[in-house]
């Protein structure tokens, strides 16, 4: 069955960096569009950054130039690499899989930026 399991979140102070992973399975991996999310206290889950299977990339406007989304598909593993963290971007971060109308959440993993 489809198991997406995040790790990497943390307390971080403004300014710093965390890279998250998310270890895939279950499902064909490489040919595949991943979907990193978060959602903060009281906020409605947000899409943050998306990778197709061939590696193009999108992000919402308040992560661009401070997170990327990376792949490798012989680990079958996504990753968020975030730099530059706010307080804002405190959340909880979920990655995302999608099966045709099926959605596939992992566990999530807590990111607090906060000094």
């Known amino acids: 069955q489809v198991q997406l399991v995040e790790s990497g979140g943390g307390l971080v102070q403004p300014g710093g960096s965390l890279r998250l992973s998310c270890a895939a399975s279950?499902?064909?991996?490489?040919?595949?569009?991943m979907y990193w999310y978060r959602q903060a206290p009281g906020k409605q889950r947000e899409l943050v950054a998306t990778?197709?299977?061939?590696?193009?990339?999108n992000y919402i406007d308040s992560v661009k130039g401070r997170f990327t989304i990376s792949r490798d598909s012989a680990k079958n593993t996504v990753y968020l690499q975030m730099n530059s963290l706010k307080p804002e971007d405190t959340a909880v971060y979920y990655c995302?899989?999608?099966?045709?109308?099926?959605?596939?959440w992992g566990q999530g993993t807590q990111v607090t930026v906060s000094s």
């Open positions: 279950g499902f064909t991996f490489s040919s595949s569009d």
């Open positions: 990778i197709t299977s061939f590696g193009r990339t």
């Open positions: 995302n899989y999608r099966a045709s109308i099926r959605w596939y």
